[in-house]
């Protein structure tokens, strides 16, 4: 699969795997959240201890990628673009440059 293509299919496909990456992040945020709700003195190496402000931005960030990047993007735009053309007849997206442009730029959102 060229990384720089314009076919909806791999397009939608990028689109997925963007989704799943937002999804490993996103637990893995969650995860540092759930650890220092067990074990508030844990010390975190490269990081230090999590202070309040550190959980409220980690909450906000899990919050804010789990709904922008895994509910909008996988169903939106991964099987929007994946399914969507064949479902109607068509042989490709409409604008397909335009496809592509669109998850370079969630992609550089992230």
Request: charged letters at 10%; zero cysteines; glycine letters at 6%.
């Amino acid at each position: 699969m060229k990384i720089f293509t314009t076919n909806h299919r791999a397009l939608g496909i990028l689109y997925l795997l963007l989704s799943l990456a937002a999804v490993a992040i996103g637990t893995l945020l969650s995860l540092i959240m759930r650890i220092h709700r067990v074990w508030p003195a844990l010390v975190f190496p490269f990081w230090g201890q999590v202070k309040p402000e550190d959980y409220l931005a980690l909450v906000t960030m899990h919050g804010t990628l789990m709904i922008f990047f895994v509910l909008t993007v996988a169903p939106q735009l991964g099987l929007a673009s994946l399914v969507l053309p064949e479902q109607i007849g068509a042989r490709a997206m409409a604008f397909p440059r335009l496809n592509a442009a669109a998850f370079w730029l969630t992609l550089i959102a992230l």
